[in-house]
């Protein structure tokens, strides 16, 4: 029996399942995406997630210490620059297994193991959403006001104050007018 006895042996010894494990890893986090069956994402889930947390973390150990399981320097640096800071909010569960079915071969489970997007290109699309919504709803009010205002700027301005305010009045009976006018017609 296995009890106490963590990991899955994934058919192969232990030399050969921890080079399977360190490659896939290198490849998932190179692609962000990686096709495999049940067991192997779970097990390569567990390191992932180490591998995320030390990039997160940022310091040169933790650099060298991914560098232990990552032996491509590339993928490290795109950890440490580019998907580390992605997560840099999220406590954990940077990973998503998706189930596909069984593989026609040998009728193994299959699934896609990804890494889980950021919710970074969430949150502007919702900034660009809002910014177009404000000016459809100021657009309308500016026009009234622009028209509103044209004729009493036609007005003469020469016979002083009183005559700006006698301007103003007549504007104001005129757009009542109008509106009678209106209401009578529809009538």
Request: net charge positive; proline share 4%.
């Amino acid at each position: 029996m296995r009890h106490r006895k963590a990991g899955r042996r994934l058919g192969r010894n232990s030399s050969h399942r921890k080079a399977m494990l360190r490659n896939m890893v290198t490849s998932l986090l190179q692609h962000e995406k990686i096709t495999t069956t049940d067991a192997r994402a779970k097990e390569l889930r567990k390191l992932v997630e180490k591998m995320i947390t030390l990039g997160k973390r940022g310091t040169l150990h933790a650099r060298r210490q991914a560098l232990q399981v990552i032996q491509d320097k590339k993928v490290v640096a795109k950890l440490f620059e580019q998907i580390a800071p992605r997560y840099q909010e999220r406590p954990g569960g940077y990973t998503r297994i998706i189930k596909l079915g069984h593989r026609s071969g040998d009728n193994a489970s299959m699934s896609i193991i990804e890494l889980v997007e950021e919710e970074l290109t969430i949150k502007p699309k919702k900034k660009k959403a809002a910014k177009k919504a404000e000016p459809k709803v100021e657009a309308p009010v500016v026009e009234e006001t622009t028209t509103e205002e044209a004729p009493v700027e036609e007005a003469p301005v020469e016979e002083g104050t009183a005559g700006v305010e006698a301007a103003e009045e007549p504007a104001a009976e005129a757009s009542v007018d109008d509106d009678a006018v209106g209401e009578k017609s529809k009538d």
